[in-house]
T-cell receptor, first 115, second 110 residues
Framework: SAVISQKPSRDICQRGTSLTIQCQVD?????MFWYRQQPGQSLTLIAT?????????ESGFVIDKFPISRPNLTFSTLTVSNMSPEDSSIYLC????????????FGPGTRLTVL | KNEVEQSPQNLTAQEGEFITINCSYS?????LHWLQQHPGGGIVSLFM???GKKKHGRLIATINIQEKHSSLHITASHPRDSAVYIC????????????FGTGTRLQVTL
């Protein structure tokens, strides 16, 4: 299995500011994803965090708004830039272990409230 | 129309009841996940299926690829089973990226 930690676990931020969320995994993984869950909604994939190269963003998400870093195989950050109340969500990272079973594990999430 | 539909959206059951949550999808998939999300927001993967049936404790998951349908069953439900259950699929050719259903909120009462 994989143990994933996220920091911060929650934050309340002012409109117009930026927040960087960290995701740390206890083992090296190739595939790491960032998801958003808006209030009352299901999860939506923001991007795939690629080690050593730019993240791959899904439709509707752009690098200027959600820059992602992946400096190594155990760590990634997601920044939510120039925040507005619409960015209030739970942000989760997830990983797929490098095994034949493709087991997917999720971080505990970061609950963000933008005032 | 969502590519992944779940029913029911909300479910209340009494302790001990047998529970079924359904998931239908309209795209080709390589695998399907059942996830559990507790009120704090953390998500746990319960099952990953590509065919047949899997059982873990009181949980059973089945999938019918031809009918594009999966079910999650909980036997002898307990209040600690109260959570949101989410069906998510890996669309064929999408390198393990998940497409999620809207979730089923389950409340098990004493």
């Amino acid at each position: 299995s994989a143990v994933i930690s996220q920091k911060p676990s929650r934050d309340i931020c002012q409109r117009g500011t930026s927040l960087t969320i960290q995701c740390q995994v206890d083992s090296q993984v190739t595939m790491m994803f960032w998801y958003r869950q808006q209030p009352g909604q299901s999860l939506t994939l923001i991007a795939t965090a690629n080690q050593g190269s730019e993240a791959t963003y899904e439709s509707g998400f752009v690098i200027d708004k959600f820059p992602i870093s992946r400096p190594n195989l155990t760590f990634s950050t997601l920044t939510v830039s120039n925040m507005s109340p619409e960015d209030s969500s739970i942000y989760l990272c997830s990983v797929i272990l490098d095994t034949p079973y493709n087991e997917q594990f999720f971080g505990p999430g970061t609950r963000l409230t933008v005032l | 129309k969502n590519e992944v539909e779940q029913s029911p959206q909300n479910l209340t059951a009494q302790e001990g009841e047998f529970i079924t949550i359904n998931c239908s999808y309209s795209v080709g998939i390589s695998a399907l996940h059942w996830l559990q999300q507790h009120p704090g927001g953390g998500i746990v993967s319960l099952f990953m299926l590509s065919s047949g049936k899997k059982k873990h404790g009181r949980l059973i998951a089945t999938i019918n690829i031809q009918e594009k349908h999966s079910s999650l069953h909980i036997t002898a439900s307990h209040p600690r089973d109260s959570a949101v259950y989410i069906c998510a699929v890996i669309r064929t050719g999408t390198a393990s990226k998940l497409t999620f259903g809207t979730g089923t909120r389950l409340q098990v009462t004493l």
